[in-house]
């Protein structure tokens, strides 16, 4: 049966002057970091079918990309760019430590290029299911 549970945290972050909102389970140092196909989508459908591995020794984060669900929603069409979408990757991937992406449509590349430069080092990319 489907759940639905509330993040232990929820996490603002900031992009360009824009929220981005990102959802923590967990308190694991092991963590599965989620990433929706989008934007368009708010991340509900990762983060409710995966949020059971925090019961499994994972921290699991997942974020609503600009324009959809809970994050902001800019007008300016200039601000939708690799660059920008890049870039929120990195400042959501600082909430957690050594992550994994769950590798879903564009953002599966933008975690790769993110992951690249971050203090925490490379991004995972696992295609399909998370073992």
């Not at 925090?54 to 324009?67: I, K, M, N, P, T």
Request: aromatic share 10%; hydrophobic share 40%.
């Amino acid at each position: 049966m489907w759940q639905t549970l509330p993040a232990d945290a929820r996490i603002d972050v900031d992009v360009d002057g824009h929220k981005v909102v990102a959802y923590s389970y967990g308190t694991s140092n092991e963590v599965v970091f989620l990433l929706n196909g989008g934007p368009g989508l708010p991340c509900d459908y990762l983060r409710d079918a995966h949020f059971f591995l925090s019961e499994h020794g994972y921290r699991v984060v997942a974020f609503d990309q600009l324009g959809c669900g809970a994050s902001d929603r800019p007008d300016d069409v200039s601000f939708w760019e690799i660059g920008r979408c890049v870039e929120t990757v990195r400042r959501v991937l600082d909430l957690s430590e050594e992550p994994a992406a769950y590798d879903a449509a564009l953002l599966g590349f933008l975690a790769r290029h993110a992951g690249a430069a971050t203090s925490d080092g490379p991004v995972t990319a696992v295609s399909g299911a998370v073992p």
